[in-house]
């Protein structure tokens, strides 16, 4: 992708969530753009880099291994999120990569995470993934066992910033991102990470801190 699409695409997507900010009456900066990269190769990324975008995002802990140090050495402040679904045996791997973790869903992934987290010195955001659709394909605890979950998180001393969810495909998600951001309240919760291409509007109008974004910025998947 040369430079200057990478910069247009990514100045769009920053006025779309200024815009759906200014709506909600909230600040733009409020809202952290995570580009999601996964399936794109460094080639594609460097550009976004280049255009001043300083926060991604990958799924799998492999493919971001595979990519991204030599991107940070030229690029030191860039922050890594992974968005994916993690293994338990890939939570030492996924601590030392990353600098947030979006899709902590189970107690033993939790403990996994602390032990990682203790032997590496080293602490990333955490956010507990809600499976806030009820839909039995997708990662993300049961809305009725996030309170459990948090209980052990938190007794774990992982650093909670907040919840993250994926809506059902194909439905209206505004009652959804609006049903997270109630959990994250009643449970003293600050982030909310909400809301990909098609909706992440949305989910600013709804008070998201961190949205998702891939296809908006990079194009069709790779």
Same mark, same amino acid.
């Given at each position: ?45 460097? =550009? ?12 799998? +802990? ?18 890594? *999120? ?5 293994? !338990? ?20 992934? +939790?403990?996994?995470?602390? %032990? ?16 806030? /659709? ?19 998180? %938190?007794?774990?001393?992982?650093? +909670? ?5 994926? =809506? ?13 951001? !109630? ?7 600050? /982030?909310? !990470?909400?809301?990909? !291409? /098609? ?10 801190? *961190? ?12």
């Amino acid at each position: 992708m040369p430079i200057d699409e990478a910069s247009q695409r990514l100045a769009d997507v920053r006025a779309r969530i200024a815009r759906a900010a200014r709506i909600a009456g909230r600040e733009a900066d409020a809202v952290t753009l995570i580009a999601i990269s996964k399936t794109h190769d460094a080639d594609a990324i460097r =550009p976004l880099i280049h255009a001043g975008q300083r926060v991604f995002g990958e799924n799998r +802990v492999q493919e971001a291994e595979g990519k991204w140090p030599a991107l940070r050495e030229a690029a030191p402040d860039v922050a890594l *999120h992974l968005v994916g679904q993690l293994q !338990s045996n890939k939570a030492e791997d996924a601590v030392a990569l990353f600098d947030a973790i979006h899709s902590v869903d189970r107690a033993s992934l +939790v403990h996994a995470l602390a %032990r990682a987290m203790d032997k590496a010195g080293r602490r990333p955001a955490c956010f507990l993934q809600v499976n806030i /659709g009820d839909e039995e394909q997708k990662g993300g605890c049961a809305v009725a066992a996030l309170p459990e979950l948090l209980a052990e998180a %938190r007794a774990a001393d992982l650093p +909670v910033q907040g919840l993250m969810c994926v =809506p059902p495909l194909d439905l209206e998600p505004a009652p959804y991102f609006a049903l997270l951001a !109630s959990i994250a309240r009643d449970h003293g919760l600050a /982030g909310l !990470s909400m809301g990909m !291409s /098609g909706d992440f509007e949305t989910a600013v109008t709804i008070g998201a801190t *961190h949205v998702r974004v891939g296809t908006a910025l990079f194009g069709a998947r790779a």
